[in-house]
């Protein structure tokens, strides 16, 4: 894992986190209660994109504002995965399998700690 892998992955993850939670919520939008479950993945997608313009600027001034998207990101899976995982026997919002959504949470989850990794990661001195 590197700062390029993880910042073309903060480029990804920025665009798709949104469009899936508004695909998988949609019939929710109008419920001011489910607001904040579903605006949670905009913010954590704006902050990886910044992340990823600053890092692409200037590697070594960007790199905190990769990793702090990252860790933003991997905040909200955690809770993400784990309240999924807690209401497993209830039915999702977008009509998928719970355990399907619960994989794939688990999966998002699971990269956004490896590349908060690769964000953190110091680059070696050659030599």
Not at 8 to 28: D, F, K, S
Not at 43 to 63: D, E, K
Not at 104 to 119: E, N, R, S, T
């Amino acid at each position: 894992m590197n700062l390029a892998f993880s910042r073309r992955a903060a480029l990804v993850a920025g665009v798709v986190m949104p469009l899936l939670e508004t695909w998988r919520r949609w019939a929710e939008w109008g419920q001011l209660s489910k607001l904040p479950s579903i605006l949670d993945d905009f913010v954590a997608g704006g902050f990886l994109i910044l992340g990823a313009v600053m890092t692409r600027r200037n590697p070594a001034s960007g790199r905190p504002y990769l990793a702090a998207a990252w860790g933003v990101a991997s905040g909200m899976m955690y809770y993400s995965f784990f309240g999924q995982l807690v209401l497993l026997g209830q039915p999702d919002p977008s009509g998928v399998s719970p355990a399907a959504v619960v994989a794939f949470k688990g999966a998002l989850f699971a990269g956004c700690l490896w590349c908060l990794g690769g964000a953190l990661r110091i680059p070696r001195e050659p030599g």
